[in-house]
């Protein structure tokens, strides 16, 4: 008796996997559709944004163009015009509405170097940040203020007045020797040396970062 | 989070390894499903039997149903699965020769593989035909060069040549598909029974 049910029941099995296939196939179509999230969690992205790693300041930026170290990439986030007044000695001008075109992906997507975004204040720069970190970019830093900030503290020091602590005297004299290097003359340095200061030639060049290649994965039949 | 190897999370050194179980689980249920016969395989030219087109027809679409579901819940990202070049003369031409052959031989060259695996020697005689196969192909190589490389429209999908909706080729698929297996019995109980 149960057996004639069973084999009642297994006559239609072809029946049942075919509606299966079919309902699962019709399932794909009903799904609703939504917007895949790509990038980074949430989660990370608040955890990436209070870090302290994220900013670098002015002084840090002066250090490490007078070293030359060449692990750093400063990139200009602001429009080409801004860039062609002034920027940053070896900076990349990226404007911000190009932020995601291929030609720049090489240089903000990638591993070997540190990236620094900086505009006029850090307003902009952090926008890119924020854009460039939900996509998982790698080692990117903001400018802290931007090169208003820059202008205040590298190029043109405030004299620390006479109560203020050594600290501040110091810091005043290292910042003054970098706008040194940057071009900036002092008058009691014009009387001291005969030759007047050169107004340092801001260099544009390229660095060259290698284009990832994104491998598809080989198999086959 | 998929696909499991380029993303890290199997290393890469158990690429080989993982491919050699699945090769022998492959050959496995090959040979367990008859297909190491070539009076089986050959008989979906005849109209006798048609579990071939059955099994891969229906291996095609659980595939595709499974692989769409899971990128629709985010386990495996589709962009980064490998995808076949398409060289679109190679393959028609190509396709016309191995499709010969599968009528002549009765193999195709996986299965004639499991065949020589149980000993089979029309299966053995099929292999070394394969070789010498090969053998011509590669010493006149320089010949079938352009048609090798030639044509060649990158790694494209029918998705991507129709335009269509993936979602909606796969309910269409598995209808066509359905609709396939439905025709094929027909035409079988129509044949005249064939014992093998």
Redesign the interface.
Known sequence: MINRKLAKASSFR?MIL?CI??L???G??L?PKYQ??EGIKPQELLGRAISPERYISTDEVASLIINQDPSYLFIDVRDEESYNKYSLPNAINIPLDKLLDEDFEAYLNQDEYDVVLFSNDHFYANEAWIICNRLDYKNLRVLEGGLNNWFHTIINPTKPTENMAATAFELYSTRKAASMYFGVAYPEQVKKETVPAKKAVVKKTIVPVKKKKKM?????? | MGPLIPNGIIPEEWNSIIAIIIGIFFGFILESSGFSSSRKLAGVFYGYDFAVLKVFFTAALVSMIGVLYMDYLGYVDMTQLYVHPTYLWGAIIGGVVMGVGFVAGGFCPGTSLCAVAIGKIDAIVYVIGIMIGVFIFSELFELFEPLYNGYFYGNITLMDTFGVNPYWFVFIFSLIAIVAFLVSDFVRKRTKKIFY
């Open positions: 072809y075919a296939l079919i699962l196939a019709g794909l179509v799904l895949q999230h598809p994965t080989e198999g086959g039949c």
